[in-house]
């Protein structure tokens, strides 16, 4: 019998991932494509979704010389989260460059609606702190800024979406413009309580509700595709993860109680809380959604640090102390142990549990209190 593949996309900060799965789950080929990091003086990361979709295109094809067609029977995606996309909903074609997840330009209008009342609504309606951070707010500086989006808002032509969504619109030619909870409710315009967009928070953020895709299940089916052409036939997106959510999901963290930590560009410590919502969300932490499958909610607390990967990236782009990430782990061996100088690293702010946007990256030196001996 001929060997079935799931195709998984994994469509994050610094690359885009093609996987070929079995039925044993395991990992028959993978390759990536890296994509621009697009900074500018003021520290603000952009990425092109053309260069994105141009990378999938080159990705499926390589996918097509290692399988065939028929064997490929389905699609997954998993994806940076919080990162801003808008295209017309016409054409498909991006309005403007993405506002990445790590990018805090957005920071003057959060200092502009940060009274009181609105920040507690944003809390107990969203579960997530008010801030530059979360992609409401970047699409809220997307219809101040860019123009191309604001007329395609005035001309009902305009689509704003995470990742996951601007991927199934690509992959589907248009025909589907969906979401899932682990995805939605990051943008905080998502109403944690009801799994619904807030109506009051859109308002506030200049944002049309048209103008968002359906929040559907995470294992719902998202549309069909064939791989912009590439395929005979088309085969169904079945899954959409957020790719915090999708790593506790693949470590088999299902129970109360489960946690994972990942270190990629940026980091998450993710505990799973179960799958009745907390009474209230006063800590320093984000309540989000781990997934919703077949109409069941589960819910997680997290934090999040903007830079951890990333600085290995600043390290060999930026600084050219090393030329391969793989050296950091011989010289942190290697390191003087009696050296406490220490980076804070707060390249695009400082995150959980401090939630600094004007916090600005540093070296400092500590002397650490030494355990005491018993």
Not at 143 to 154: D, Y
Not at 224 to 239: M, N, R, V, Y
Not at 326 to 337: D, I, M, S, V
Request: hydrophobic share 40%.
């Amino acid at each position: 019998m001929t060997e079935k593949y799931v195709l998984a996309i994994d469509q994050s900060t610094q690359g885009t991932k093609a996987i070929l799965v079995d039925h044993r789950n395991q990992i028959f080929w993978k390759n990536s494509l890296p994509h621009k990091q697009i900074i500018n003086e003021d520290g603000w990361v952009s990425h092109d979704l053309n260069e994105i979709r141009a990378n999938l295109i080159t990705l499926f094809k390589q996918v097509l010389k290692k399988v065939t067609a028929d064997q490929i029977e389905s699609l997954a995606i998993t994806n940076q989260r919080e990162s801003a996309a808008a295209w017309s909903r016409k054409t498909g074609e991006p309005l403007c460059r993405t506002i990445v997840w790590q990018d805090n330009r957005a920071e003057k209008l959060i200092n502009r609606i940060s009274y009181p009342e609105l920040t507690d609504k944003v809390k107990n309606s969203t579960g997530l702190a008010l801030s530059p951070y979360f992609t409401g707010a970047k699409w809220g500086w997307m219809l101040l800024n860019e123009p191309r989006v604001v007329q395609a808002q005035a001309n009902n032509d305009l689509c704003l979406g995470t990742m996951d969504t601007w991927l199934v619109f690509q992959l589907t030619n248009g025909q589907s413009f969906k979401t899932e909870p682990s995805n939605a409710c990051r943008t905080q315009l998502m109403n944690i309580k009801t799994g619904n967009w807030d109506q009051e928070l859109v308002v506030i953020f200049g944002i049309d509700i048209n103008d968002l895709p359906d929040i559907v299940d995470s294992n719902s089916n998202f549309g069909e595709t064939d791989l912009f052409g590439l395929l005979p036939h088309k085969i169904p997106i079945l899954s959409v993860l957020g790719d915090s959510q999708a790593a506790l999901f693949a470590h088999g963290c299902f129970e109360t109680g489960d946690f994972k930590v990942t270190f990629g560009t940026g980091s998450s410590v993710m505990l799973n809380i179960g799958k009745k919502l907390p009474n209230n969300f006063n800590n320093q932490l984000n309540t989000s959604l781990a997934w919703s499958i077949n109409g069941q909610k589960s819910y997680v607390l997290e934090g999040n640090i903007n830079y951890a990967g990333a600085c290995v990236t600043w390290l060999k782009d930026k600084l050219h102390l090393i030329q391969d990430p793989a050296e950091t782990a011989n010289l942190a061996l290697t390191a003087n142990p009696n050296d406490h100088t220490i980076l804070i690293p707060a390249f695009a702010d400082l995150g959980a549990p401090y939630w600094l946007p004007d916090m600005k990256a540093a070296f400092v030196n500590r002397q650490l209190p030494l355990a005491k001996k018993n």
